[in-house]
């Protein structure tokens, strides 16, 4: 095939192998009608190799594989992506010539080849796409390359959207708070399983008339004495004057290449819990509010440079729904770099309306792997939450692979 072309499939379900000379990271995206993915669900790679019809697997004699099976393809998805990306950082295809071969998955009669030609400063590129016209499904030679990487692909179909202002304190949604989670006895997650949420009572009284909180626990800190500098494993307890902080708090993170190394693109999310530690949804560049507005990404920062934060996550602790009872706050390196790149990471909980720092963890040590669970917080029986500082290091490129290590770390 050539650049533009396309034929069509014979076959209802077809693989498509991209291979090279050197190791590539190979992707497919399942774009609707605006061309962009529906959710990062419709990201599919090697850390998360399965989505609606599509799957990701290692090729025969090397490469990657993304496989469609067309019959399954939900119908709001009009084409679907496959992407391969350099694995090594700053490499480009000059002087590579990656080939996509697509063949019939259920015999493995090939039914199309092609290899882009002068690729030169790429260090991503779309190979080929498969797309449904009339009816029918097709296949269509791109080859369209991308100099900003994996990142620049994303970007153009949804994946990571344009940076916004931050939200401003006046913006923060005007639902009533919501009641404290039910709490398990000490040492235990949560209510037993099969226990009910309580429905949502009616706006609560003025704070004045609110009944303080129960004290922190011994050898827990809190917010009385001002800002907290937590180390590892430590935790503070979000109470003030005897009362739980159930306002707007902004958790900022941020970090700096480490000296002379390249910029590198971290991106920071957050993974909402309920009391049996599965995940209820997770907020990220690709999904920039949860919850109802409840909780609200200020964007993705593709390069880390620059004073100050480099991603904020807000929470409005009062508007989470009941079955939330745990967050945890964690950065991956999307382009495949490890944190030993990176120097000066940290996080940081401010109060989102006045801006004073509340709370502030920075890591003393770096790890050469691609994620970390930065710090958590937790609801306890008495309403408060409870942060306590991680920086546990785990491999991992995207927010989907944080899942299940943030949940054992809850």
């Known amino acids: 095939m050539t650049p533009g072309s396309n034929l069509p499939l014979s076959a209802v379900r077809v693989a498509v192998d991209v291979t090279a000379p050197v190791r590539l990271d190979v992707s497919g995206l399942l774009l609707a009608a605006d061309g962009k993915v529906r959710s990062d669900d419709d990201f599919v790679f090697y850390n998360q190799p399965a989505g609606p019809g599509v799957t990701h697997s290692a090729a025969a004699g090397g490469g990657d594989t993304i496989t469609v099976d067309t019959a399954a393809v939900p119908d709001g998805i009009e084409k679907i992506v496959v992407t391969a990306s350099l694995d090594q950082p700053g490499a480009t295809f000059a002087g590579t010539e990656p080939t996509g071969t697509v063949r019939n998955a259920d015999d493995n009669s090939v039914l199309a080849s092609f290899t882009p030609p002068q690729l030169g400063a790429e260090t991503a590129l779309v190979v080929v796409e498969i797309y449904r016209r009339s009816g029918a499904w097709k296949v269509r030679a791109v080859g369209q390359g991308y100099a900003n990487g994996l990142a620049g692909i994303a970007t153009d179909f949804g994946v990571s959207v344009e940076e916004p202002a931050a939200p401003a304190p006046a913006a923060a949604p005007q639902a009533p708070p919501a009641p404290p989670a039910p709490a398990a006895p000490a040492g235990q997650w949560g209510p037993p399983a099969g226990t009910p949420a309580p429905a949502a009572p009616p706006a609560a009284p003025p704070a004045p ?198 949940g054992k770390a809850l």
């Open 209 to 406: 008339a609110a009944a303080p909180a129960a004290p922190a626990a011994p050898g827990k800190i809190n917010l009385d004495k001002g800002r907290v500098s937590l180390q590892k494993n430590q935790t503070v307890s979000l109470v003030k004057g005897g009362r739980p902080l159930l306002s707007s708090v902004r958790m900022g993170l941020g970090w700096e290449p480490a000296f002379r190394s390249k910029s590198i693109d971290l991106d920071a999310s957050v993974i909402a819990y309920g009391p049996d530690r599965k995940k209820v949804d997770n907020c990220f560049f690709g999904k920039l509010m949860i919850l109802g507005g409840a909780i609200q990404h200020s964007g993705d920062n593709l390069t880390g440079e620059g004073a100050g934060d480099d991603e904020a996550i807000t929470v409005h602790l009062g508007g989470l729904p009941p079955e939330v009872t745990g967050l945890v706050f964690v950065v991956n390196s999307f382009s495949g770099q490890k944190f030993s790149d990176v120097a000066k990471a940290y996080c940081r909980l401010l109060d989102a309306q006045s801006g004073e720092e509340l709370v502030r963890f920075d890591l003393t040590h770096s790890e050469p792997r691609t994620g970390v669970m930065m710090a958590k917080l937790i609801r306890q029986f008495s309403g408060e939450w409870e942060m306590t500082a991680l920086g546990e290091y785990v491999d991992a490129r995207t927010v989907r692979g944080m899942v299940k290590p943030a």
